[in-house]
């Protein structure tokens, strides 16, 4: 994944989260109006910083902005709630750095996906304005076994039923280390109707298509805007591979039009309210 190409133009700076790293990407010419909290995929378990350093910069050129590519704590050391809160921290960290609730689009794939959702409707539920929008790649949107279509046909090479399956048993045993005992959340489950807009992309033939369909029925049910695009004959989360693949390019352009569309540059109607270290 080190290998993997940035476009000539990136800059990428460390950057120290409290409990985690994370990188801030940039392309030359890049705006400073709008920002995306970057979230990666790696069913909570691997991957990194280095693994979605390509996919952020080609976001960041894509979209013209700057992208927060936040490493945050996985299983099996650490539950979701620790990544829902380094989540919370760069989006804090943006704050900081000068943009607002309405510059702030927060992206992810597959489980990072999950962590988008799940961080802009946590945000809301804490009483904070929304962000600009919500883009999400192949993403894991509920937890509950019961939610999910094992009589459909899967064709995803990746991320079979089988594996699944593995997954969701080790989620529901690891997943979350909070004394409190409550169950783990899903976005699907969560209160929607102040939600952003969001874009979701997928495979059509992905076990996870379910999850994405699921999602925006939830979301078109409670009045929030979102944008299913159906991807036909790809794999699970195929703008990983956008450096050899002319749809993972695609999908990445339509989504840093999404970016733009949400965060217009004139933000004169910025509501006065927003207090950028409310957070």
Partial sequence: AALAPLPRSAKVTRVRLPACPAELIGTAG????????????????????????????????SADAEVLNVGYRMLPDHGLSAALSDAADGV???LRR??????????????GGYLALQTAAELLRQGHPPTAGVAAISPLTTLNPRDKSPGRKDRCAMFTARAMTSFMRYV????????SGHPIASPVDADLRQMP????????????????????????????????HMWDGQIHDFPLAAAILPEGRRAIRYI????????????????????????
């Fill in 30 to 61: 890049s705006s400073a109006r709008r920002a995306i909290l970057y979230l990666h995929g790696g069913a909570f378990l691997t991957c990194g910083l280095n693994t979605h350093r390509s996919l952020a910069a080609q976001l960041s050129r």
């Fill in 92 to 94: 804090r960290w943006l």
């Fill in 98 to 111: 000068g943009y607002r609730w309405s510059d702030i689009v927060v992206a992810g794939d597959s489980a």
């Fill in 172 to 179: 529901a045993a690891h997943g979350e280390k909070n004394p």
């Fill in 197 to 228: 807009p969001v874009t979701i992309h997928v495979s059509s033939d992905e076990f996870l298509r379910h999850d994405a369909e699921l999602m925006y029925e939830r979301l078109t049910d409670a009045g929030a805007q979102c944008d299913l």
């Fill in 256 to 279: 840093g039009d999404f970016i733009k569309n949400v965060t217009p540059a004139s933000q004169q109607d910025v509501a006065a309210s927003e207090d950028p270290t409310a957070l």
